[in-house]
């Protein structure tokens, strides 16, 4: 089962923290390797908490543990960093920005809580 | 007792706090105060380590790099200099010489982050103040598609919700705040009002704001999720605050409409002006992309996205954009100044990175600096090295050398290339 929704990035506090360890340190990794959900969504589309959940776009996909956010219906956030690039399209629209935000995304759960992402 | 220096600016954000105090030990830093956990970092834990250059991943000698680097640069036919934001002025007005020199493209971090509201400014202008007026004057915030609560951790406290200053002696209590975004934030939750936008939606909410300041009835009464109602209240208080202030983020300048959200805020602000006096700030994130945008400005004309490849600076957002010229291939050889675009970019234009040799100036390990054809490990702009960077406000702040090192700058590394270069 899976349904599109839509992706927002944006900064955090611990994303910032783990930069300065090292994009390849735990704290990084931890920190931009999880994806918010609003908590109906995620129970309509049977992803459990810390789920691994497979987000997809015409660009690529990635897989990415799932947990309950404040968000609005319809709405998926991932912390900016080095896993969503993937995603990303490069459409600029004439502005040199591509669409961190507002992306159009498929989502499903794609393993169980503990297993790898 | 260890040496303290005092006064010290931190060059991680836009806000570029310069009230931080900075313990040293044998040329370590071993204590700080006062920076927030986003700006920690840039001192505790830098390496400091002395290091040579590297070609292809072997420590070479610094006339040996820089003549490999001088030789990639000096035969591409279209470089691409990206970058400059977490950089000083001094080594920024380098780039754009070298690629003045070299007739590359040269672009910053701001193509990716407020180069949507260049865009607006130069279509609408900019009704602009500096942090200072704001915490001692300004009665009514508004936060719209940013959340300094998670990306410029003191704003609230230096210059926004909470300080004391001249016309707001009771501190928070002084202050109106409205927070605009489509989740409710950190920032959201420390707001009196928060309004929830749909996505997509701000450029439609901002136009009816337009609307009902001028005291027009839009003829829906819900836009983009918000209740006309409460944009009515808004709008209210905005032509009647003493002095009010919109933060725009990237909220506005990432999602669809992108410059034409930010123009239309811009020209909110500006109509504004005819009842209260009200201004716009961007939340700018490097500590010094803004002076990326007045450094291009001053010597280009233009603040981001220009090719000299004809001999004269050209402006070409959409073309010259970092993202644009990786993805269709554009650009043989990158010179890349203290950023990660390896990192940060769109998948399919980080790759192209992977194909073409790459020169990385950077104080620390990223992404684009492990895979660098030629990488300088140069000195960090407020650690190991004086500099200027300019506040989000377009403030110059003086950013000190708080520990030596002496690693070569920037500013020293990108001197040699452009004597080097044919």
Request: aromatic residues 6%.
């Amino acid at each position: 089962m899976s349904e599109r929704l839509t992706l927002i990035t944006g900064r955090t506090r611990k994303q910032a923290i783990g930069m300065h360890r090292g994009k390849s340190s735990p704290e990084y990794l931890e920190a931009t390797g999880f994806v918010e959900m609003n908590a109906d969504d995620m129970e309509r589309l049977a992803i459990p908490e810390g789920g691994v959940t497979r987000l997809s776009t015409a660009d690529g996909h990635v897989e990415l543990r799932a947990q309950v956010g404040e968000l609005p219906r319809g709405l998926v956030f991932v912390p900016m960093g080095t896993r969503i690039n993937a995603l990303i399209g490069v459409e600029t629209s004439g502005s040199g920005m591509p669409s961190f935000k507002g992306l159009a995304v498929e989502v499903a759960l794609a393993g169980e809580p503990g297993g790898a992402p | 007792m260890s040496p303290v220096v005092e006064n010290v600016s931190c060059p991680f954000c836009g806000c570029l706090c310069d009230d931080i105090s900075v313990e040293v030990e044998e040329e370590a830093i071993v204590k700080v105060k006062r920076a927030c956990t986003s700006g920690l970092g840039i001192f505790m834990d830098y390496d400091a380590r002395p290091r040579r250059p590297l070609i292809a991943g072997r420590e070479v000698e610094w006339d040996e790099a820089v003549a490999e680097a001088a030789r990639i640069l000096s035969a591409a036919d279209s470089p691409l200099i990206y970058g400059l934001s977490s950089s000083a002025s001094e080594a920024q007005r380098k780039a754009v010489a070298l690629a003045d020199r070299i007739g590359a493209v040269i672009d910053s971090t701001s193509s990716v982050c407020h180069g949507p509201t260049g865009l607006a400014m130069q279509r609408v202008g900019e009704p602009t103040c500096t942090l200072g007026e704001i915490r001692d004057r300004a009665d009514l915030l508004v936060f719209w598609g940013c959340n300094p609560d998670a990306s410029h951790l003191r704003h609230f406290s230096r210059f926004s919700l909470t300080p004391r200053g001249t016309l707001t002696p009771n501190g928070r209590a002084d202050r109106t705040v409205y927070a605009v975004d489509v989740r409710p934030t950190g920032t959201a939750k420390k707001a009196d009002h928060f309004l929830q936008v749909d996505i997509g939606s701000d450029f439609e909410v901002l136009t009816t704001l337009r609307l009902l300041v001028k005291g027009r009835e839009p003829a829906a009464d819900t836009v983009g999720g918000v209740p006309v109602a409460r944009l009515q209240e808004l709008a209210e208080r905005m032509k009647t605050c003493r002095y009010g202030v919109a933060f725009m983020g990237m909220g506005l300048t990432m999602a669809a409409a992108r410059q034409l959200n930010v123009a239309e805020l811009f020209t909110l602000v500006a109509e504004l002006n005819e009842y209260a006096k009200f201004s716009v700030l961007p939340m700018r994130g490097h500590g010094n992309v803004t002076g990326a945008d007045q450094v291009l400005s001053w010597t280009t004309s233009y603040p981001f996205a220009i090719s000299f490849a004809r001999g004269y600076p050209q402006f070409g957002p959409g073309e010259f954009t970092a993202v644009d010229m990786l993805a269709r291939r554009a650009a043989d050889a990158a010179l890349i100044l203290a950023s990660d675009p390896g990192a940060h970019f769109p998948g399919a234009a980080a790759a192209h990175l992977d194909r073409i040799p790459t020169i990385v100036l950077d104080h620390g390990p990223s992404v684009v600096a492990a895979k660098a054809r030629v990488l300088f490990p140069t000195a960090a702009y407020g650690v190991d090295a004086a500099g200027t960077a300019y506040r989000m406000d377009n403030v110059p702040i003086p950013l000190k050398r708080v520990i030596s090192t002496g690693r070569f700058t920037d500013e020293e590394i990108l001197d040699r290339i452009i004597e080097a270069v044919e």
